[in-house]
């Protein structure tokens, strides 16, 4: 079955360390998205690509960086530069953004 | 940039009754707007969503209207189940005009249905 996947699906990190979410998908999208969602919040926009080997800053980029090597493959970087990182990370991928998108299930990051 | 505003932030209702969440949004350009449900510690799934040459679109007990003279766009879920309860998001874009290629999202609405 076609479809996105996100992992892991909890990670624990220490303060100062960098750490690497997963995100891939089979379904031959172009575009691979990045979302950041805080308890009880909306989705804000982290990195956005709509095709490999080019990628867009969202609106919270800072202490995160990305790349698209691969077509079904964006996988997320959370640096130590991210002042408060523990959150739940949602990737995405579409068609175009007059499809919609297909997200995975999220990672839940938390710092310790 | 477009800004999607969504409201209300939370609704209970009681099984049985109907739903209704509204967004409103700023660019007159947009033309694609989807619904997503959000289950508990779960990613959003798609439901509905509406294109600007249509005003209305059913899909059995859930239905999404569109004004785009006033710009805004409603959810209505009928009949409602314990099941609906969930975080909803709207969102808008301008479809494939690229280089805007993404949607906005509306800050969500928790959706609780009391049994």
């Known amino acids: 079955d076609g479809g996105i996947t996100q992992s892991p699906k909890y990670l624990f990190r220490k303060e100062g360390q960098n750490v690497t979410l997963s995100c891939e998908q089979n379904l031959n999208h172009d575009a691979m998205y990045w979302y950041r969602q805080d308890p009880g919040q909306g989705l804000r926009l982290i990195y956005y690509?709509?095709?490999?080997?080019?990628?867009q800053k969202g609106d919270i980029a800072e202490g995160y960086s990305v790349s698209r090597e691969k077509k079904e493959s964006f996988p997320l970087t959370v640096t130590s530069a991210q002042k408060n990182p523990t959150a739940f990370y949602l990737c995405a991928s579409s068609i175009a953004a007059a499809y919609g998108y297909t997200f995975g299930s999220g990672t839940r990051l938390t710092v310790v | 940039g477009e800004n999607v505003e969504q409201h209300p932030s939370t609704l209970s209702v009681q099984e049985g009754d109907s739903a209704v969440i509204k967004c409103t949004y700023s660019d007159s350009a947009s033309n694609y707007f989807p619904w997503y449900k959000q289950e508990l510690g779960k990613g959003p799934q798609l439901i509905i969503d509406i294109r600007s040459n249509v005003g209305e679109k059913k899909d059995q007990r859930i239905a999404v209207t569109l004004n785009k003279t006033a710009k805004h766009f409603s959810l209505h879920i009928t009949e409602t189940q314990p099941e609906d309860s969930a975080v909803y998001f709207c969102a808008a874009s301008r479809g494939y005009d690229f280089g805007n290629e993404k949607l906005t999202f509306g800050t969500g609405t928790r959706l609780t249905i009391i049994p």
């Open positions: 690509s709509q095709i490999v080997n080019d990628f």
